[in-house]
């Protein structure tokens, strides 16, 4: 792939290109995009520099290993907005006057042009004018007219690039659910979530996952989350012994899920007031013993609410499947250094187990790992996070 390099496709032309950090640019029919620069300096990840530009049409961008490791650095253009990157899986639908993106994984962060924010810049707008959209935020599409500065979240419906473009069935790591056999998840520890500290409760392969996003959002945040095994095809999107290593702390794990907390973000909490949280991100999946599948699912609806006078929190949201909404609530208690354990009893108004920890970086901010049994046959296990 050279940089300057034109892509243009006709009526019945899909384009496959895996980059050299292993992630991949899709473009499908009647779209041109450029590449305006892919340098990757693996040795010094901050003088990589990657650059992307979406003429008109439809591409999907799958973050490679550099990307995840120099997110500050990367940059998708429109001709109406400047898109960045969480470490992220997502499509984009473009003409000369709006943009759609849509979030498969992970996270962006879109802003239209104005102001700090030009098009020969790089790297992301964030700022005032930039709007959010994670993956977590299922059927939802980032808008933006041109001539517009602040995006603008809403219901896909029938505008959603995978509608206009659709994609063919043997695209690269397609994320939406299929079904996998039973025999291939694992078998969640008796006491992983009541004691998730001991790391001996968790399945071995937590510490030997192989994926270098850990290293970068160790960087950026001082709450490292995600998937640290393989699931529906779908590779991991943190590297635990990258973050182990790093001398982070494990706070809670499952068989999917792992939350880690890095030293310098320990605090002690107020002993009086309150916070209250919005859901920014997660990942979550059913699991139906019946009938042998995995499923995606999505979360809506957030609330988290943190009494630190009576040293309790409630949480709640909606998780969405193909057929149904389904209500989850929790209360727990938060501990003097900021960890959240919810009632595994599940007590009334609890029907879902929750493990994490609350931290007062960028005013505040949360992560809590959660898993219910919502009948006889289904499971559901999954990772929030939260900011103000």
Request: aromatic residues 8%; hydrophobic residues 40%.
């Amino acid at each position: 792939m050279t940089e300057g390099a034109q892509i243009t496709t006709g009526a019945d032309g899909f384009v496959y290109l895996k980059t050299i950090d292993n992630g991949f640019l899709i473009v499908r029919p009647n779209s041109t995009i450029r590449i305006v620069s892919y340098q990757i300096d693996k040795l010094k990840p901050e003088n990589t520099r990657i650059k992307l530009e979406l003429i008109s049409g439809v591409a999907r961008s799958i973050s490679g290993e550099a990307v995840k490791l120099s997110r500050q650095n990367f940059r998708f253009n429109t001709p109406v907005a400047a898109i960045g990157v969480r470490g992220t899986d997502f499509t984009v639908f473009t003409d000369e006057s709006v943009s759609r993106v849509s979030v498969l994984s992970g996270g962006i962060v879109v802003s239209g042009f104005g102001g700090n924010c030009t098009p020969l810049g790089t790297g992301p707008c964030e700022g005032a004018s930039s709007v959010e959209l994670f993956a977590a935020q299922q059927g939802k599409l980032l808008q933006i007219h041109k001539d517009q500065i602040k995006p603008s979240i809403f219901n896909g419906n029938g505008t959603a690039p995978d509608i206009v473009s659709p994609p063919r069935n043997d695209e690269p790591n397609r994320t939406t659910a299929v079904t996998v056999p039973v025999a291939a998840t694992v078998v969640l520890p008796n006491n992983a979530v009541a004691d998730p500290l001991k790391n001996s409760n968790l399945p071995e392969q937590l510490q030997n996952s192989q994926n270098a996003q850990a290293a970068a959002k160790l960087l950026e945040n001082s709450i490292t989350w995600g998937r640290w095994s393989n699931l529906l095809a779908l590779p991991p999107t943190i590297d635990a012994k990258v973050v182990s290593d790093s001398g982070a702390k494990l706070i809670a794990g499952n068989p999917y899920f792992a939350i880690y907390q890095s030293k310098s973000s320990e605090w002690t909490v107020p002993v009086v007031g309150s916070m209250g949280f919005a859901l920014k991100g997660g990942e979550a999946y059913v699991i139906d013993s019946k009938n042998s599948m995995i499923s995606s699912a999505g979360m809506e609806n957030g609330s988290l609410i943190v009494d630190f006078a009576s040293a309790t929190f409630k949480t709640s949201f909606d998780l969405i499947t193909q057929s149904e909404r389904i209500a989850m609530n929790a209360q727990g208690n938060i501990s003097a250094d900021g960890k959240l354990s919810g009632n595994s009893q599940f007590m009334a108004p609890t029907n879902m187990a929750v493990s994490g920890v609350i931290t007062q970086e960028k005013g505040g901010t949360a992560s809590y790992l959660f898993q219910r049994r919502l009948d006889d046959n289904r499971q559901t296990y999954g990772v929030t996070y939260w900011s103000k």
